[in-house]
């Protein structure tokens, strides 16, 4: 049979809104088929006067209908039609003489507390919940004290806007304790509830919110599980044609020596290209080159992260730039091929602003052999990363030219 | 449950627990034997019954004898027999202690 679907123009527990909705649906010769928060099915028939009642029922996720609830109200005349959230299930009779459901205020106060206090509960529980969300998505984009590389590389943005939705949706938890509350307390006071009152004839929040809450779901998954792999392999770095690569031979000079871990048919995990995909950047690249140990142990190896903003964001290229820096000075400590007797030098940074690049600086700590340079342009950023002999400084060309 | 938490019984749950004294009882049976003993006023509708019903099953006040379709049949146990006893006595207490007030 043919189903009609309409916005579902009331709150969950609006109660006597919702019964006031579905009768006049019925009055229009819609019936329910299905309820659902955000729109409900209908079947057309001829239009009847028709009573539906909403009764509180908690279900487990495996439990089944009442039965004894069904076969007892089905012996009234009244049918179950539908089911809210698990919570409550919806009765409707087009029999005059049914009975109305409930004869005892009281009674049937007892019955809806059980939901109230549940309720009650969630205005406890749900603020916290979201505190805690907010706070993971705040470490997210703090962490490393980097929040501009976190930012672009990271699902920090539809999180941060996930927390904004359930900051937005808190007031809506408070209002179905307020509903339940109202309703609790007319029960006890031995006064009916009413089956026929005013209520909203729209309500586009509810859709606009549900949508905006599936596409950040959508975009939290895309990022952080699907892009990720749709970078693709590791690859030789001949195949990086995105911009020019600094390659570590340049700056070491003709002693360098390559150092390879490839076998035949594999890819060398000592020198390759790997491309990166983020929400927020479509194009990134990874690059490792790396040489021979030398007799004084130093090992020669190259590290460059490659961004391409989207012009929206190119703004953000210097910033990050800037972030990078430091957070690769910071790094250094923690990089494996430089040696604890290294540690403890002072940082030299260098920043060259007559280049073609908006930013362009080179770090080194003295004494040691680890260098790192940072520079953006028009939305493109490039870290490089080096151990070895050479010196970032005099390649500075070759550096803009990364993001030229 | 208002009033039963309280010791004694509401108006619908005496009659309910009563109308068991006759027997094992269905639902329709129940009120039709409260709507025929109050002569209309004591009314109950399904949802009420329904939460009397449950109330009283977990109590072990009444239990499910047979399940036939869609009806269902109760009957009292000792312990419900017990309650209402106790309940008619605090009534019958009620009325006189009003009585003697009256004389």
Redesign the interface.
Known sequence: MKSIYKLTPVSDYDIQGTESWLQDMALRGLYLKKYRSLFCTFTPGPARKTRYRIEPCRRAVDDDLPSAMLDLYEEYGWECVGDINREMLIFSTQDGDAPELHTDPAIQGERWKKLYKKARWGTIVNPLLTLLVIACAGFLVFEHNTPITNFITSVSLPLVLFCVCLLVSLPSVFAKKRDLELILRQLEEGVPLEHRVPYPKHNLSSPVYFFIVVFLWIALILGQYILPLTGGNLQALSSLQDFPLLSLAQVEGEDFVPYTMASDGYVDYANFARQEHYLLCWNSWEAVQTGEWDEDGTWNRMEIRWYDLPASLAFLAQPMAKEQLERSMALDEDIWWVYPEDEGGTWRITQYPGTEADYLAVAHREGTAFQTAAAALDGKVVLVQYTGHGDLSQHLDDIAAMIA | ???RDKGGL?E?MYYVLMSFLHGEM???EI?DFVAQKTAGRV????????????KFQDEKLIE?TQVD????TYRITSKGREVFQDELERLKACVLDGEEELR
């Open positions: 449950m208002p009033g509401t619908p269905c639902g329709i009120t009314r109950l509708g399904p949802g009420t019954l329904y939460t009397l019903l449950a499910e379709g869609r009806k269902r």
